[in-house]
């Protein structure tokens, strides 16, 4: 991991992908999805406090009558002014508008969080800097199903589109 950049809030989101009752109970790996939780949780008090938009994304299934239970994000996570988004994919990006609602806000830097690390993070991260965004990947605010999975994206191939942080190196400049 590398040290974190100062972050404008202004142009900054912070991005957490499928933080949902189902997937937060899964077994997963380095950590358990409680632990994600509560780090998210914390970036997103942070962000929110410094005038950061927070995206909270989550999956359904396309072309079902009814969603599994457990999918709707975790209770309390969503606050008053973040921008939820639905997604239909592995990305958040594909469909759902985000960009757009990103661009809107005159976002360019995007700080990652959520579960799982290699899918729908990477997926959505992927997405993120064909579209041209800066990446800030919080490497203790995700997990995999194997933690093998997880160091592959945090070592391998997040390095590669942008900067990994531990939680505690995620700094806003003042709004």
Sequence with gaps: MTAA?????QRTALV???????????????????EVLAVAEE???AFRAAGA???LVRVERPSVAEQPPGSSLVP????????????RTIGAFQGTGLDERLRERGVTTLVFGGIATNLG???TARAA???????????????????????ASVRLDFPRLGTVVPAAGVRLTPA
């Excluded at 950049?5 to 809030?9: A, F, I, R, S, Y």
């Excluded at 957490?16 to 409680?34: F, H, N, Q, S, Y």
């Excluded at 309390?76 to 997604?87: I, N, R, S, T, Y």
Aim: aromatic fraction near 4%.
């Design 5 to 9: 950049p100062v972050l404008d809030p």
């Design 121 to 123: 993070v990477e997926s």
């Design 76 to 87: 309390g996570l969503a606050q008053g002014g973040d921008l939820e988004v639905v997604k």
């Design 129 to 151: 800097a064909d579209l041209g965004y800066d990446l800030v990947f919080v490497e203790d605010a995700m997990a995999a199903f194997t933690a093998a999975e997880h160091e």
């Design 43 to 45: 970036l997103a008090r």
């Design 53 to 55: 938009p927070v995206v």
């Design 16 to 34: 957490l992908v499928d933080l949902m009752e189902r997937i937060v109970a899964l077994p997963l790996e380095p950590r358990k999805g409680t």
